[in-house]
């Protein structure tokens, strides 16, 4: 079954760094794009980023462009979440998600339970 | 960029009754749009895309209409696990909506 396993959150301080992770099984990882969405706490969701299925195409949030880098390995199965620069209202829950039609984008079938990250000093 | 608003904010609503949301977008989005629910602590869970086509295995109480940039979510008979947080989303360039949360009446 499909399985996306987030990591890699913790606490941080204002202006420093962290990469999450995200670890998916059960699929045909490399014919899928794949996105990272945040959710502030009591707040709703918000898109953040998405790659296509080979890395040709990458997208951005513009509440994070410049400041963070998605990319993915398909040999591992993995997509990561570069976080630069990290500011107060970074603070979120980060959940990736898989689109859920092959070699195109499309909604999102598939969620990870989410990794927490909070940006304070 | 794409702006999807959804209303209400808050639905009051008891167990069998007949419910119906909306969301707007911006503009024209065909039907590249998704209704997900979420509960607290969980992820969301997609139940509707394309506007009207319904995900494998969500129980066809639930039915999404519209296209261009108004579209609808019903739940036909609320059922106590409906109670929930639902969001909108065009996928287009992926924005939410901030949600319609269905609370107990």
């Known amino acids: 079954q499909v399985q996306l396993v987030e990591s890699g959150g913790g606490v941080v301080q204002p202006g420093r760094s962290l990469r999450l992770s995200c670890a998916a099984s059960g699929f045909t990882f490399s014919s899928y794009a794949m996105h990272w969405v945040r959710q502030a706490p009591g707040k709703g969701l918000e898109w953040v980023a998405v790659i296509s299925y080979a890395e040709s195409n990458k997208f951005y949030a513009d509440s994070v462009k410049g400041r963070f880098t998605i990319s993915r390995d398909n040999s591992k199965n993995t997509v990561y979440l570069q976080m630069n620069s990290l500011r107060a209202d970074d603070t979120a829950v980060y959940y990736c998600?898989?689109?859920?039609?092959?070699?195109?984008?499309?909604?999102?079938?598939?969620w990870g339970q989410g990794t927490l990250v909070t940006v304070s000093s | 960029d794409i702006q999807m608003t959804q209303s209400p904010s808050t639905l009051s609503a008891s167990v069998g009754d007949r419910v119906t949301m909306t969301c707007r977008a911006s503009?024209?989005?065909?039907?590249?749009l998704a209704w997900y629910q979420q509960k607290p602590g969980k992820a969301p869970k997609l139940l509707i895309y394309q506007a009207s086509t319904l995900e494998s295995g969500v129980p066809s109480r639930f039915s999404g209409s519209g296209s261009g940039t108004e579209f609808t979510l019903t739940i036909s008979s609320l059922q106590p696990d409906d109670f929930a947080t639902y969001y909108c989303?065009?996928?287009?360039?992926?924005?939410f909506g901030q949600g319609t949360k269905v609370e107990i009446k």
């Open positions: 998600a898989r689109d859920r039609t092959a070699l195109t984008y499309s909604a999102f079938d598939y």
């Open positions: 989303q065009q996928y287009n360039s992926w924005t």
């Open positions: 503009q024209n989005i065909n039907s590249w």
